[in-house]
């Protein structure tokens, strides 16, 4: 049995369906609509699905650019990182992420907020 947090949180339809509603979220919350305007939202979501599967310790097929990259310019302040960074745990744990996996995704976000916060 697999043990990766992939799979603890049900694989590719959970972790597609955590996608899907962190950008229900997102899209819906004024403060962070914004930054999507214009972008190509099919697009962007593949690329989250594999980027959050790859993080969870599933297939590694993320082959969008860096976080770096992908974020530089677009003006990014703490505030809505972190508060991406709310949604998406809390998509998480609506759909019975445990303490374990939550834990792990608070410090994938910590590591990651240089690459994405100017």
């Known amino acids: ?5 992939f799979a603890r949180v049900g694989g590719q339809p ?25 972008l190509d939202l099919p697009s962007l979501k593949e690329h989250m699905v594999a980027l959050l599967s790859q993080v969870l310790g599933g297939p590694a097929e993320y082959t969008g650019r860096d976080l770096r990259g992908a974020h530089f310019g677009l003006g990014i302040i703490p505030e809505h990182y972190d508060l991406v960074g ?15 996996v939550l834990t792990a995704v608070r410090g994938i976000l910590a590591q990651s907020a240089a690459d994405v916060v100017e």
């Open 1 to 5: 049995m697999d043990g990766s947090f």
């Open 86 to 100: 709310a949604y998406l745990i809390g998509v998480l744990a609506g759909l019975g992420a445990d303490n374990e």
């Open 14 to 38: 959970a972790v597609t369906v955590a996608v899907d509603a962190l950008y229900r979220a997102i899209l819906g919350d004024e403060r962070l609509a914004a930054y999507f305007e214009g």
